[in-house]
């Protein structure tokens, strides 16, 4: 039992070195580039995921504007929308498809993406597609002229990266933090109990075996 007992210590404690450190992997620090995949899609064909350069990613608890270049799709011939998806973060957030080509308006398209935090934790991504506003347009006069050009590629999309913070004090979060803790603890418990459990009822079943074995069945006789 105190083979075991050591046994169980050793899981807890190699549980919880394991979810210490894939916190502290998954931490941020203001001024980190957050990592970025995109895949694209056009006529029902999708591209695989490729890595944004550190440049073109979100920059932790920084807000700013980069222009990310778009290549152009194979067999591309404008008559069909083009979309676009990301991937944000080491969490993998993802960011549904995103139409850039063929929207029903005239205007140049930009990317508007809404990240939420709280301390060194990235906590959500969304993100929508909006008219570029006219100051945006004033100051990039070529990025309007190269977008609708169809022979011009690779078209240059502006992305806006807004972050918010939130409260650090996050009653749902720690409900699922505890709840989610409680339930590992539990489970690591039950194996616990069950490997005990074991070694009773094969001790148990040993002696009734050997009692049961006795000569007259182990019961003594009264003279």
Excluded at 18 to 24: P, R, T, V, W, Y
Excluded at 119 to 126: N, Q, R
Excluded at 184 to 197: E, G, K, R
Aim: proline residues 5%; hydrophobic residues 40%.
């Amino acid at each position: 039992m105190a083979r075991k007992s050591i046994i169980f210590h050793k899981t807890l404690l190699f549980l919880f070195c394991f979810l210490l450190i894939s916190s502290i992997s998954r931490a941020y620090k203001p001024g980190d580039i957050v990592p970025m995949s995109k895949r694209g899609q056009y006529h029902s064909s999708r591209t695989v995921w490729h890595d944004v350069i550190g440049r073109h990613c979100p920059i932790f608890a920084v807000n700013r504007e980069v222009l990310i270049p778009i290549a152009k799709p194979t067999g591309y011939t404008g008559a069909d929308p083009y979309k676009i998806s990301f991937q944000v973060g080491r969490e993998k957030f993802l960011i549904p498809w995103l139409l850039l080509i063929n929207r029903k308006s005239s205007e140049v398209p930009m990317i508007d993406v809404h990240l939420r935090y709280s301390g060194s934790d990235l906590h959500g991504v969304t993100a929508k597609v909006v008219d570029m506003p006219h100051h945006y347009v004033e100051i990039h006069q070529d990025l309007r002229k190269h977008f609708w050009d169809p022979e011009h590629w690779p078209k240059h999309v502006l992305v806006r990266y807004t972050w918010e913070e939130q409260s650090e004090i996050d009653v749902s979060s720690g409900f699922y933090v505890l709840f989610g803790s409680g339930l590992l603890l539990s489970f690591v418990l039950a194996i616990y109990v069950l490997q005990s459990s074991q070694d009773k009822l094969a001790r148990f079943v040993r002696e009734t075996v050997a009692e049961t074995s006795m000569p007259g069945g182990g019961v003594a006789k009264v003279e």
